[in-house]
């Protein structure tokens, strides 16, 4: 990952094609070493291809993926209610009591 962003970085910057060696210094800049394999494997996989293209390529791809927690509350519901009932009632209260917790920081401290 940290490979692809320095390649997305450089290309921000209007490098249209970085090469490992540019990737290499972004990356030492914060000090981080490149991975040689990945790097080849990147530069490999992203070469002659258009950025712009590709993002929006993956883009449609993550519109099809689910995303939310209706799958895993359904089960869980249908979990409770076989129980006898009581046990989606508990859960509410122990999510809203994990909910109204203040974790000792805030958005703006």
């Known amino acids: 990952m ?9 290309s921000l910057a209007g490098n ?19 991975d040689e394999e990945r790097l080849t494997k990147l530069i490999s996989e992203l070469e002659g291809k258009d950025l712009q293209e590709l993002i929006a390529e993956g883009a449609t791809k993550l519109a099809s993926v689910p995303s939310g927690g209706a799958g895993a509350a359904a089960p869980a519901a249908a979990a409770g209610a076989a129980a006898g009932g009581d046990a989606p009632a508990e859960e509410k209260e122990e999510e809203k009591e994990e909910s109204d917790e203040d974790m000792g920081f805030g958005l703006f401290d």
Request: glycine content about 4%.
């Open 16 to 34: 249209a094609s970085p090469s490992a060696e540019d990737i290499k210094s972004v990356l030492s800049s914060v000090g981080i070493d490149a």
């Open 2 to 10: 940290k490979h692809l962003a320095a390649y997305l970085l450089l």
